[in-house]
Structures are given as C-alpha cells and as structure tokens.
C-alpha cells in the first residue's frame, strides 16, 4: 500500500509545479499586433409605425333601473403598437369615445391600473412605452385621450397595452336595446410622456 501512496503525492506535486509554472499575460503587456472587430449595421427601409391590434369593449347586461351606477366590462383584446423604424423617435397612441345610438345619452368609459409589456421578438432594445395617467374618455368628446406614448428612443418593437378595470357611466338611455359607440384609435409620431406615478 505504500508504494501507491507515494504515487499518489507524485502526482499532487507534479500538478502543483505545474501550476506555478504558466505566466498569463497581464492586460498592462503591450500587444504583439493589433486587429478589428467590424459589425455592419444597416437601415430597415421598410420599418413602420403601426397599430396592429385594438380592442373592442363590452359590458355587462343591465336594465334601465340599474343605469345609474358604472356598469363594469372587459377589453376583448390589447392594444398593440409596433414600432420597427430605426429613428426610435417614440410615439404616442389615443382614443376617443364617439356617441350611443341615443339622442341625447352621455357617457363616461373609464379604466384603472392599465399594464404595458414588450411583445416582440427578440431582445427589447430602448426604454419602455408607458401607460398614460389618463384614466376616462367621455362620449363625444373632440379631444381624444392618451393611452399609452413612448419617448425619444423607447417603445422600440412591439407593445400592449391591456385594460383593467373597464367600467361605464351611461345616463339618458330610455329604452331596453342595444347601445353602441365608436371608439377611434390614433397612433402619431408626435410624443408627450406622461409617467404615471
């Protein structure tokens, strides 16, 4: 059994003599020769800035007595934007609420803790679209409201939006029947961040 013994610290001592025995190269050393690393990054002539998805809105059924709160619903769908330009100039995405088939109806559509999130291919590139502060549209109004914008160099790829929280206060409504609206989306170039806090 000795004889392994002595083998086998051999060995270890072998392993450590060689182990003191390598000389990396400091990064202070000046170099033998000096070479690049080129990458070509070209324009995507063909990027756009788009709105691919929109929901619609629908709530729950009601009776005319039951008109004088909100009445909750759900978004069928996000709002999606898809941004492939390569000037990440950001942008801005709006709504607005046309009128009920009631003359002389009002409402108020209104929505809380909204939610964006990356829905591209690939790694997010920039800074993040952001939800708006904005939380209600009312019917007939010619301002639309902003949803979800992007800054200078964010919402680069492409962003949803989800709705939470959908509700609607709807008042001069005088027969049982299906109401309808518009609801218009606008998606420009032209930004205004508003963070929510």
Same mark, same amino acid.
């Given at each position: 059994m000795k004889p392994a013994l002595l083998w086998t610290g051999a060995l +270890?001592?072998?392993? $450590?003599?060689?182990?003191?025995? +390598?000389?990396?190269? $400091?990064a202070a050393d000046a170099p033998a020769q000096t070479t690049k690393a080129t990458i070509d990054v070209t324009s995507n002539k063909d990027g756009a800035l788009t709105l691919t998805k929109a929901p619609n809105f629908n709530f729950n059924a009601t009776t005319l007595s039951a008109l004088s709160g909100k009445i909750n619903g759900t978004a069928d769908a996000v709002a999606e934007v898809s941004d492939t330009r390569d000037s990440g100039a950001g942008w801005q995405l709006n709504m607005s609420l046309g009128n009920f088939d009631a003359t002389g109806s009002s409402a108020l559509l209104s929505w809380s803790s909204n939610s964006t999130t990356y829905a591209g291919a690939g790694n997010k590139i920039g800074g993040d679209a952001q939800i708006s502060n904005t939380t209600q549209v009312n019917a007939g109004d010619t301002n639309s409201a902003p949803v979800m914008d992007a800054g200078t160099g964010a919402g680069i790829g492409t962003w949803d939006l989800a709705f939470n929280n959908v509700g609607l206060t709807l008042s001069g409504i005088n027969l049982p029947k299906t109401y309808t609206a518009d609801v218009n989306w606008y998606l420009t170039d032209a930004q205004t961040t508003s963070n929510p806090d």
């Amino acid at each position: 059994m000795k004889p392994a013994l002595l083998w086998t610290g051999a060995l +270890t001592l072998a392993g $450590a003599v060689a182990l003191t025995t +390598t000389h990396p190269v $400091a990064a202070a050393d000046a170099p033998a020769q000096t070479t690049k690393a080129t990458i070509d990054v070209t324009s995507n002539k063909d990027g756009a800035l788009t709105l691919t998805k929109a929901p619609n809105f629908n709530f729950n059924a009601t009776t005319l007595s039951a008109l004088s709160g909100k009445i909750n619903g759900t978004a069928d769908a996000v709002a999606e934007v898809s941004d492939t330009r390569d000037s990440g100039a950001g942008w801005q995405l709006n709504m607005s609420l046309g009128n009920f088939d009631a003359t002389g109806s009002s409402a108020l559509l209104s929505w809380s803790s909204n939610s964006t999130t990356y829905a591209g291919a690939g790694n997010k590139i920039g800074g993040d679209a952001q939800i708006s502060n904005t939380t209600q549209v009312n019917a007939g109004d010619t301002n639309s409201a902003p949803v979800m914008d992007a800054g200078t160099g964010a919402g680069i790829g492409t962003w949803d939006l989800a709705f939470n929280n959908v509700g609607l206060t709807l008042s001069g409504i005088n027969l049982p029947k299906t109401y309808t609206a518009d609801v218009n989306w606008y998606l420009t170039d032209a930004q205004t961040t508003s963070n929510p806090d």
